[in-house]
């Protein structure tokens, strides 16, 4: 049986995409950008990136839902914000219906938090009738995109789908 997978995530300086990008290419998976319509750029706009996520906000994002009944596996990636998902994230996932689909969440994070952010995003998943079947974080501090690239194969290989 042929699996339709897709990728969606949000990435703000990359690392995100890259594993994004590196999933979609060893599944052979749509991939699918979510895009934060608020101003994150520089100091001040991770500063509000960080209070958003802390205060677990919403905020107005591009597709704001995706018709997800075609999909028999759909990834979603998230960058790590004060030990949280990014906004936009929780944005789609509270915008969209998860009934009967498998999931695999997927972090990406300078240190920590990323036993937290998947926490989160799996609760708001199985409150929308997911199934998350596999789950996995990237630490990407002083990694350059090969080696992210690396880690996220062997992490796909590591998830049974």
């Known amino acids: 049986?042929?699996?339709?997978?897709?990728?969606?995530?949000?990435?703000?300086?990359?690392?995100?995409?890259v594993v994004a990008k590196t999933i979609a290419k060893e599944t052979k998976a749509e991939l699918v950008k979510i895009e934060d319509l608020k101003n994150r750029r520089g100091f001040f706009g991770i500063f509000l990136a960080i209070v958003d996520a802390l205060l677990k906000?919403?905020?107005?994002?591009?597709?704001?839902?995706i018709d997800l009944k075609k999909y028999d596996v759909i990834y979603i990636g998230s960058p790590v914000w004060a030990r949280n998902p990014a906004p936009a994230i929780l944005t789609f996932i509270d915008n969209s219906d998860f009934s009967n689909k498998n999931v695999v969440i997927f972090v990406t994070m300078a240190a920590h938090g990323g036993d937290n952010a998947i926490k989160t995003m799996k609760e708001k998943i199985y409150s929308k009738n997911g199934k998350v079947i596999g789950a996995f974080s990237i630490k990407?501090?002083?990694?350059?995109?090969e080696e992210i690239k690396e880690e996220t194969i062997k992490k796909l290989g590591e998830i049974n789908v």
């Open 1 to 17: 049986m042929k699996i339709n997978p897709i990728v969606i995530y949000y990435s703000r300086t990359g690392n995100t995409e």
């Open 140 to 145: 990407t501090r002083d990694k350059n995109k």
């Open 57 to 65: 906000k919403k905020t107005d994002i591009t597709p704001r839902s």
